[in-house]
């Protein structure tokens, strides 16, 4: 047996079966390697365990009953991988089979112990995940196209209710392919999309990636972002920073008063774009540009009378219009 595979086994062993909790001993990484027909006696463990700290292993000791050792979550943390499974949990457009199988993946790069840990608290809410199962190939091939230069065409898809009541796909427009000069890939409310230039609207459009099918990587380069959004300034992290639910509407700065009481969720959806400013103890001024769309308005119908829209006097009119369709579903005559 080669030093060099002995000390891989170790390495595997301290991997998969420590962490700061559960250090091993020498004896009980003896024992794991005896289950492999391998041995070692103290003066070749040492040996091993320098020359894997030599490589850049950051192998722990811990010195309480028993001398032991641990590899401390390589790669994640505990909390990271927590981080990391809550994510895909809460994920809609990665589908339940997929978000376990990632879950899993996730998983083995923690330590036996804390792979526990993270599965024992496992949920996945299938009601809201995708009914699409290739979304891993559709970010792919977006993701080259973006790289090649490349046009894409794949088909979109509505979900329907079949004639059991069960939820099923639908394609649009009769299953007729789309023709898009993607751009980017942009995680926006709980979803995934691909930002970019609609062949057949001449428009920049947004696509949901779990609404998209049979994605093929086309032979012509891509329209450039300045022809596609028809503006040479065009910044397109501004641009995904700005809109709502990714829904394509006119972009105008918009002026807002509101209680103090709703200033997180204004500081939490808009950060360090907004301007604020405090008007009193009680009412804040917010001056933020927005992509104007039934997406915003719902955002601040939310906030009932909390907030007032100030200006321009078109995106006060339109809210009017819309709070005024609204109330119509209510009244009875």
Known sequence: MSNTHRAFEILKILRIHSDEEHPLTFEDIRQFLLEKDLDMNRKTFYADIARLREVGHTINTARSNNFGYYIQSEPFTFAQAKLLVDAVQSSRFISKDMSNELIDHIASLTSTYQAGQLKSRLYVDERSKTLNKSVYTTVDRIQNAITKNKKIRFRYSDTVLNIKNERDRRYRHDGAFYLVS???LVWGEDNYYCVGHHEQRDTLSNFRIDRMD?????????????????DPQFNISKYAQNIFAMYRGYTANVTLHADMDVLSAFSDRFGSSAKYKRLSDTRFEI???VEVSPPFYAFIFQFADKIKVI?????????KEHVQSTLKQYITL
């Not at 086309?218 to 028809?230: D, L, Q, T, Y």
């Open 182 to 184: 993607p751009y980017m």
């Open 311 to 319: 200006a321009p006097l078109k995106v006060v009119d339109e809210f």
């Open 214 to 230: 049979n994605v093929v990587i086309m032979p012509e380069p891509r329209i450039s972002m300045s022809v596609a959004s028809k």
């Open 287 to 289: 001056i933020v540009s």
